[in-house]
């Protein structure tokens, strides 16, 4: 039965927000330095005035002539006004419960909030929405900027600005909306989608931003569903609708300007954690291949196989790996398989030619960087990798950050940073082996996470909760590394309440010691 969607789900629409258009005049540009002269203030509701306020206020302070001239307050005019310390209470009162509106609103909130401080009064916490913001993302390309004056000339708004509060607050609700207007032809319905405006990229496909409407709150994972209703992009979220929602905030990338103008539909399903919607979203994506998702891309991964055994001991690359040597991966790409075995190469005397065999002396031999033709040599230096892969990498990074710290004590800091991203990659590959290996011998495991139990057998959810398993090239399931990168987050709100008397993987407690450029593999 499908959740029923909230008020709050939804959002507040725009016909029932209170905004409390708000101006002021002061004797400069410095909250610090500056005080206020004027505040005017309008309550609007439905394009209705619901409450006006007016007043001048003694700055306490001289007022500059050319602000004089500009705004036509002088000091004879604020003498008998009352001081911004008196005029608080009243404005806090008639601004409660609304949404603050401002052109240009840093400005004015910020003298607002320095007064509130000198008055020993908390700032405010009003929501705050700036029309200057919202007319450059609606009118971009429209006026030449986007001052008050500007845009109620070019709006044709009844009111005119003219350096008075409470004029210009007539001009600003006028500007407001007229704005509304113009984005109510985007879809934009709602109070949380109007203060995104100001980041959002308004193009064709943001009113496809309804497809969210039946998007819940809470963990789980959703899917974008093209015309043909084969699936673009799978993702999970904590909070699935906030997640759904945000695409069409303005994200720059073209990929998602892609996705949105192919998808037709957005599906999700909800779960009661974020592990369980972690792991459907790993499965879905194995069994699906989504073309927008990266995991999904049409490849063949690569693998990084050591073969210890044979006349020829040597380490490859292979695109079908196979259970009688070590074979680590997969590798999203050629290239990051092949920077794998040169990280092994810093951090090893191994063979740098592809076929040991056939070589019969070379520079690396020369300067003592490999075994050269001396087969024995090779195959000790393949098993202290297999040894590295199954049971502890410590050896192969000492190795690699001495490498790096005498390059960079050298100056030598381009080769340094090599070694430091090859150095990632082999921790980051070594470390995945290391966990696959003791999940499969794991037995079972269960946890508790809140008053969720979930049970494991070898590292892979059993139970009905994220559908089936998937297996993989090589035998790899995707549910153990899911498992391992969220205990790695959130293990300190997770209990084990059943286990074989297997320890979890040891590698879940080694520190990162290479942080790379790029870590992708």
Same mark, same amino acid.
Request: glycine share 8%.
């Given at each position: 039965?499908?959740?029923?969607?909230?008020?709050?789900?939804?959002?507040?629409?725009?016909?029932?927000?209170?905004?409390?258009?708000?101006?002021?005049?002061?004797?400069?540009?410095?909250? $610090?330095?500056?005080?206020?002269?004027?505040?005017?203030?309008?309550?609007?509701?439905?394009?209705?005035?619901?409450?006006?306020?007016?007043?001048?206020?003694?700055?306490?302070?001289?007022?500059?002539?050319?602000?004089?001239?500009?705004?036509?307050?002088?000091?004879?005019?604020?003498? &008998?006004?009352?001081?911004? #310390?008196?005029?608080?209470?009243?404005?806090?009162?008639?601004?409660? &419960?609304?949404?603050?509106?401002?052109?240009?609103?840093?400005?004015?909130?910020?003298?607002?909030?320095?007064?509130?401080?000198?008055?020993?009064?908390?700032?405010?916490?009003?929501?705050?929405?700036?029309?200057?913001?919202?007319?450059?993302?609606?009118?971009?390309?429209?006026?030449?900027?986007?001052?008050?004056?500007?845009?109620?000339?070019?709006?044709?708004?009844?009111?005119?600005?003219?350096?008075?509060?409470?004029?210009?607050?007539?001009?600003?609700?006028?500007?407001?909306?007229?704005?509304?207007?113009?984005?109510?032809?985007?879809?934009?319905?709602? @109070?949380?989608?109007? /203060?995104?405006?100001?980041?959002?990229?308004?193009?064709?496909?943001?009113?496809?931003?309804?497809?969210?409407?039946?998007?819940?709150?809470?963990?789980?994972?959703?899917?974008?569903?093209?015309?043909?209703?084969?699936?673009?992009?799978?993702?999970?979220?904590?909070?699935?609708?906030?997640?759904?929602?945000?695409?069409?905030?303005?994200?720059?990338?073209?990929?998602?300007?892609?996705?949105?103008?192919?998808?037709?539909?957005?599906?999700?399903?909800?779960?009661?954690?974020?592990?369980?919607?972690?792991?459907?979203? %790993?499965?879905?994506?194995?069994?699906?291949?989504?073309?927008?998702?990266?995991?999904?891309?049409?490849?063949? &991964?690569?693998?990084?196989?050591?073969?210890?055994?044979?006349?020829?001991?040597?380490?490859?690359?292979?695109?079908?790996?196979?259970?009688?040597?070590?074979?680590?991966?997969?590798?999203?790409?050629?290239?990051?398989?092949?920077?794998?075995?040169?990280?092994?190469?810093?951090?090893?005397?191994?063979?740098?030619?592809?076929?040991?065999?056939?070589?019969?002396?070379?520079?690396?031999?020369?300067?003592?960087?490999?075994?050269?033709?001396?087969?024995?040599?090779?195959?000790?230096?393949?098993?202290?990798?297999?040894?590295?892969?199954?049971?502890?990498?410590?050896?192969?990074?000492?190795?690699?950050?001495?490498? /790096?710290?005498?390059?960079?004590?050298?100056?030598?800091?381009?080769?340094?940073?090599?070694?430091?991203?090859?150095?990632?990659?082999?921790?980051?590959?070594? /470390?995945?082996?290391?966990?696959?290996?003791?999940? %499969?011998?794991?037995?079972?495991?269960?946890?508790?996470?809140?008053?969720?139990?979930?049970?494991?057998?070898?590292?892979? @959810?059993?139970?009905?909760?994220?559908?089936?398993?998937?297996?993989?090239?090589?035998?790899?399931?995707?549910?153990?590394?899911?498992?391992?990168?969220?205990?790695?987050?959130?293990?300190?709100?997770?209990?084990?309440? #059943?286990?074989?008397?297997?320890?979890?993987?040891?590698?879940?407690?080694? $520190?990162?010691?290479?942080?790379?450029? &790029?870590?992708?593999?």
């Amino acid at each position: 039965m499908p959740l029923q969607i909230s008020f709050e789900d939804l959002g507040l629409p725009l016909s029932e927000v209170t905004f409390c258009v708000v101006d002021l005049e002061t004797t400069g540009g410095s909250p $610090a330095a500056s005080a206020i002269t004027e505040i005017g203030a309008v309550k609007v509701k439905c394009g209705e005035v619901v409450g006006t306020f007016e007043t001048l206020v003694n700055p306490g302070c001289g007022i500059p002539v050319f602000i004089q001239l500009l705004t036509g307050i002088g000091e004879s005019l604020v003498a &008998d006004a009352p001081p911004i #310390e008196a005029v608080l209470p009243s404005f806090l009162e008639f601004a409660r &419960d609304t949404v603050l509106v401002a052109h240009n609103a840093r400005f004015d909130i910020g003298f607002l909030n320095a007064s509130l401080k000198r008055a020993d009064r908390p700032p405010l916490d009003h929501r705050v929405i700036d029309t200057a913001g919202l007319a450059r993302k609606v009118l971009a390309g429209e006026v030449p900027n986007n001052r008050l004056e500007t845009l109620a000339r070019h709006l044709r708004c009844a009111h005119r600005p003219c350096h008075r509060a409470y004029a210009d607050v007539l001009a600003t609700v006028d500007v407001l909306h007229h704005l509304i207007e113009r984005v109510a032809g985007f879809g934009i319905t709602t @109070l949380e989608d109007l /203060m995104r405006v100001s980041t959002t990229r308004l193009d064709r496909t943001f009113h496809k931003i309804a497809l969210a409407d039946d998007v819940p709150r809470g963990p789980g994972i959703y899917r974008f569903i093209g015309a043909d209703g084969s699936t673009l992009y799978i993702g999970k979220a904590t909070d699935l609708r906030s997640r759904v929602r945000s695409y069409f905030y303005g994200d720059p990338r073209r990929k998602i300007r892609d996705l949105l103008r192919e998808a037709q539909r957005i599906d999700h399903e909800s779960f009661p954690t974020t592990l369980e919607a972690e792991i459907a979203e %790993a499965r879905a994506i194995a069994r699906e291949r989504p073309p927008f998702n990266r995991a999904g891309k049409t490849r063949g &991964d690569w693998y990084v196989k050591v073969a210890t055994t044979g006349k020829s001991p040597k380490i490859s690359t292979t695109r079908t790996p196979t259970t009688d040597v070590l074979c680590i991966g997969p590798f999203r790409a050629l290239k990051a398989a092949r920077a794998f075995i040169d990280a092994v190469r810093d951090s090893t005397r191994v063979h740098h030619c592809s076929e040991p065999r056939r070589c019969h002396g070379c520079s690396f031999g020369e300067l003592g960087a490999c075994v050269g033709g001396d087969a024995d040599a090779q195959r000790s230096e393949l098993l202290a990798i297999v040894d590295a892969a199954t049971r502890d990498p410590t050896v192969l990074l000492d190795r690699l950050e001495a490498k /790096m710290t005498r390059l960079a004590t050298q100056e030598r800091y381009e080769e340094a940073a090599d070694v430091r991203d090859r150095g990632a990659l082999l921790q980051r590959e070594v /470390m995945r082996h290391i966990e696959s290996a003791a999940w %499969a011998g794991s037995g079972k495991l269960a946890i508790e996470v809140g008053d969720r139990r979930l049970e494991f057998v070898d590292g892979v @959810l059993v139970g009905p909760e994220a559908g089936d398993p998937v297996r993989l090239e090589g035998d790899h399931v995707t549910d153990p590394r899911v498992l391992s990168a969220w205990l790695r987050r959130h293990g300190d709100s997770a209990r084990v309440i #059943e286990s074989d008397g297997v320890a979890l993987p040891v590698v879940l407690g080694l $520190a990162p010691r290479f942080h790379a450029r &790029d870590q992708e593999g």
